[in-house]
Structures are given as structure tokens and as C-alpha cells.
């Protein structure tokens, strides 16, 4: 009777494992219905890329590939940046994948190779929610004079700030056993990019101590499967993202399908050419240029806009301040110029401060019919402030001078 009732109990344990799997699945494959059903466009995957979601609040940079940013005015709304506010980055077309088949490789230097699917990799690792601005490195890229710069013509709006949920990319590793000598995590997406001949995944890498570091206590870097609390849309990534605090846009891969622990850094075009700040476009540069990690200190005035007519006497001045990408590193100030520089106002934090993280900040000040511009610029706990102005360079990469609004008066 006892053997019978411990079967029995074995069986029924398997069965609940197997109902829970199938639940985990089928929470996948319904989050990616809706999220089709959201997004699905006349004309075929061919048009896939020639609108936005019909949610989405932003300003379309590029169509193929689909690339756009939101208006800086709803970026001084929410500490949160809504999904639908926040900045898309594509280097192809939008890849469309079903939740319940999609798999995750791990292999490289590890004692485990193994592929899960995002189901499986939610129900065997801890969960991790963590708060991190992403911005792309070619944020305020229109900003930048000097000769013609190739890329999306990005204004100050390919910055936002998420709440990413999922399981803590060290977790991972460490369950596959990272072997000596492995110094580099290389990354690649599901996407496909094409460039004259050649087709290939976008990707990249990050350094081993980055993929395990942490802060106060908890791990950092996240494979995400939720934004917000929402599961990912198929723009930022769905069913899986990496998410890099700290570091640029393009280290946080987006439909994540091959992690590859190496002792060197990722051959990935947009590791190995891409993402470099150089200051002319040859191979001989390139080659020399070390990739990008860590974002810059930034800043931008995104209340009022250029577009606003304003009154002389109180104005509300409102926009975002992000602290350089390293770690440990927060905002200290927010200041705000209305004469070009020559004093500065100290702005209100209005938002918590935190690594990794932006914060929203507000200052009063007063105008006359012969306030020409308005300024800002921040200070972060490193001691880094923003520079006066920017160098040019080939890619038009971290663009951080102090922001400027021309004012329009009524």
C-alpha cells in the first residue's frame, strides 16, 4: 500500500509539473497572440515594418527598418517610460516568433550546453525585476554639426526607462558552468539583417565580470521577458531580450536566441565594426577603435519644446538626466541656464534616483521677450558633467553636449 500511494504521489507531482509547464506555454503563446493581433498590418509581413503599433505614441525616424522615438514632452511624464512612449531601435525588419517554440542556446566555454525554451528557462530560474534607462548610442545624433553623419537621424528621444522582469542572466551562467579562461558573453538575436551579400543576426558581447555583477546584492543584467509588468511586444523583443544596465542600447539583444560564452569578444558586426567611436570610416579606424559599453552622462529639456510659444515671467521647465553607466554611479545635480550658461538654477529631482536609472527633474525660472535659449546640463556622483559642447565623430555616437531649447515667444 505504501509503494502504491508513494507512485501514486510521484505521478500526481508529474502531472502538476507537466499542467504548470503547459501553463508557463501557453502564457507565451497567448501573450504572443495578442500581441500579433495588436500589430498585425495590411499587406503581409512585407509592410511589417512600414507603421508603428497602433498604440504607439512616436515619431518614425526610419520605416525599413522601423526606427522612432517619442516627442520629448511624453518623456517627462513617467519616471516609467509606457511601452508605448518608448523609443524602438531595429536594424532589420521586425522579426514575429511564436512564444511556446522559441529556445534559448547556451554554449562556449561552459561544462553545459543546453537549449531551453522561455517557459522552461522561467520555471527553472529565480525571478529578477530590475529598473534600467536604455538609450541608444546615437541619441541626440542630429545634434552634431560638422560634415553629414549616416544613421537614424535621432533627436534627444531614444532614451526610456523600463522595468524589466525575467531571470538573472548570471543565474544562467553559472548553471552551465563557466570554464576558466572565458572572459566575454557574446549575444545573438533572432533577427536578420541584410547587408548587400551577407545576412546576419544582430548581436554582440559584453565582458564576463558585466554578465556577473551585481548591486546591492542582486544581480544586474536580465534576460527579460517583461517590460513594465507586460510581456514583451514584438518590437522590444519578444519572447526574450538581454538587458545591460549601464551600457548602450545595442548590448541589450533583442529576440534572444544564442548566449556563447568565449574567451574573446563577439565577431558580431555591430561588436567588432559597429558601436565604435571614430573619427574617420576605415577599416584601419575601426580595427583601432575599442567598442562601446557604458553610455555617457546625458541630459535634455523636454518641457518646453522648441514648438511652444512662451510668455515672459514663470516658466516650468521640465526634462530627464541620465548619470554615466558605471556602476555605483547617481545623479547629483540637474542645472538650468536661461543665459547662456553664465549662471546656473538648481533643478528639482522629482523622481527616485537611482543607478543605471534616469531621473526627471523640474525647475522654475523666469523669462523675458529676450530669452533666447534655455540650457541644461548634469552632474553625476563620479564628478562627470556634461560638456559645453561635443566633438564631432564619423558615427555620430554619445552626443552629451549641454541640451538647448530655442525659445519661441507669443
Same mark, same amino acid.
Given at each position: ?13 508529474? +502531472? ?7 501553463? &508557463? ?5 497567448? @501573450?504572443?497572440?495578442?500581441?500579433? %493581433? ?12 512600414? %507603421? &508603428? ?9 526610419? /520605416? $525599413? ?11 517627462? +511624464?513617467?519616471? &516609467? ?52 534607462? &536604455? ?10 554639426? @560638422?560634415?553629414? *553623419? ?8 531614444? *532614451?526610456?526607462?523600463?522595468? !524589466? ?27 536578420? *539583417? ?14 564576463? /565580470?558585466?554578465?556577473? %555583477? ?15 509588468? $507586460? ?10 531580450? @538581454? ?10 539583444? $533583442? !529576440? ?13 558586426? #555591430? ?29 535634455? *529639456? ?17 526634462? #530627464? ?25 538648481? %533643478? +528639482? ?49 554619445? #552626443? ?11
Amino acid at each position: 500500500m505504501h509503494s502504491r500511494t508513494v507512485a501514486m504521489s510521484a505521478a500526481g507531482s508529474r +502531472r502538476a509539473l507537466c499542467s504548470r509547464r503547459r501553463f &508557463l506555454q501557453s502564457v507565451c503563446a497567448g @501573450g504572443l497572440a495578442l500581441e500579433l %493581433a495588436a500589430r498585425r498590418l495590411p499587406g503581409g509581413d512585407d509592410g511589417a515594418d512600414k %507603421a &508603428l503599433p497602433a498604440s504607439a505614441r512616436l515619431v518614425v525616424r526610419s /520605416e $525599413k527598418p522601423l526606427n522612432a522615438e517619442p516627442a520629448l514632452e511624453e518623456l517627462a +511624464r513617467d519616471w &516609467l517610460t509606457p511601452v508605448e512612449s518608448f523609443y524602438i531601435r531595429n536594424h532589420g525588419p521586425t522579426p514575429r516568433f511564436d512564444g511556446a517554440s522559441f529556445r534559448l542556446a547556451v554554449e562556449g566555454l561552459v561544462d553545459r550546453q543546453f537549449e531551453l525554451s522561455v517557459a522552461e528557462l522561467v520555471e527553472r530560474f529565480p525571478a529578477l525585476r530590475t529598473t534600467a534607462t &536604455l538609450t541608444c548610442a546615437g541619441n541626440r545624433r542630429s545634434e552634431f554639426s @560638422g560634415p553629414k *553623419i549616416s544613421g537614424v537621424a535621432w533627436g534627444a528621444g531614444a *532614451i526610456g526607462n523600463a522595468e !524589466w522582469s525575467g531571470v538573472a542572466l548570471a543565474a544562467v551562467l553559472r548553471h552551465a558552468g563557466v570554464q576558466s579562461g572565458a572572459k566575454h558573453v557574446w549575444f545573438e538575436g533572432g533577427d536578420e *539583417i541584410s547587408d548587400k551579400a551577407e545576412t546576419y543576426p544582430f548581436g554582440g558581447s559584453i565582458p564576463m /565580470e558585466k554578465a556577473l %555583477a551585481e548591486s546591492d546584492g542582486r544581480p544586474t543584467c536580465v534576460l527579460a521577458t517583461k517590460m513594465n509588468g $507586460k510581456p514583451l511586444t514584438a518590437e522590444h523583443g519578444f519572447p526574450l531580450r @538581454g538587458v545591460v544596465p549601464g551600457y548602450i542600447g545595442a548590448r541589450s539583444v $533583442k !529576440w534572444l536566441r544564442k548566449i556563447v560564452v568565449s574567451d574573446r569578444p563577439s565577431p558580431n558586426h #555591430y561588436l567588432a565594426q559597429a558601436y565604435k567611436v571614430i573619427d574617420e570610416e576605415t577599416p584601419a579606424a575601426l580595427e583601432a577603435a575599442a567598442p562601446l559599453y557604458e553610455y555617457a552622462i546625458n541630459s535634455a *529639456i523636454a518641457v518646453p519644446s522648441a514648438e511652444t510659444a512662451v510668455s515672459p515671467g514663470r516658466l516650468k521647465v521640465q526634462g #530627464y538626466a541620465l548619470p554615466a553607466g558605471a556602476a555605483g554611479c547617481t545623479l547629483k545635480r540637474v542645472e538650468v541656464s536661461i543665459d547662456g550658461g553664465e549662471r546656473w538654477i538648481a %533643478a +528639482r529631482i522629482v523622481s527616485p534616483v537611482r543607478d543605471f536609472s534616469w531621473a526627471l527633474w523640474s525647475a522654475d525660472v523666469t523669462v523675458t521677450e529676450k530669452t533666447e535659449t534655455l540650457i541644461v546640463r548634469a552632474v553625476d556622483s563620479s564628478g562627470q558633467t556634461q560638456p559645453r559642447e561635443m566633438p564631432w565623430n564619423a558615427k555620430g555616437y554619445q #552626443y552629451n553636449a549641454w541640451h538647448q531649447v530655442q525659445l519661441k515667444h507669443n
